[in-house]
């Protein structure tokens, strides 16, 4: 079994700041990227931002300049810093992780899901 466990969300006004974390942990062999999505109302699940092995990260382009991904390997957590919040940023964000769970063959990547965590941007 393997589970994400999200925390750090939370109402905050605009121009304002939260960290997001996720938490991976279960059977795992290993973890290839993980990343952050958000889903707000009556919209698409949409990708936030994304960090591979290695560190290679990909951001939306709406977040680009204020929100940073980071990964802890050891710990296999992935941190996601909101910084000049905006309205727009309300959503459920739900974190992603890509990996190799035990009791699978060799590359066998699975992507897996945490139960989502509210961001409310006040004006």
């Known amino acids: 079994q393997v589970q994400l466990v999200e925390s750090g969300g939370g109402l905050v006004q605009a121009g304002g700041s939260l960290r997001l974390s996720c938490t991976a942990s279960?059977?795992?062999?290993?973890?290839?990227?993980m990343g952050w999505y958000r889903q707000a109302p009556g919209k698409q699940r949409e990708l936030v931002a994304v960090?591979?092995?290695?560190?290679?990260?990909n951001y939306a382009d709406s977040v680009k300049g204020r929100f940073t991904i980071s990964r802890d390997n050891a710990k296999n957590t992935v941190y996601l810093q909101m910084n000049s919040l905006k309205p727009e940023d309300t959503a459920v964000y739900y974190c992603?992780?890509?990996?190799?769970?035990?009791?699978?063959?060799?590359?066998?990547?699975?992507?897996?899901w945490g139960q989502g965590t509210q961001v409310t941007v006040s004006s």
């Open positions: 279960g059977s795992i062999v290993s973890i290839n990227a």
């Open positions: 960090i591979r092995n290695g560190g290679t990260t």
């Open positions: 992603d992780a890509n990996l190799h769970p035990l009791g699978y063959g060799l590359g066998s990547l699975y992507h897996y």
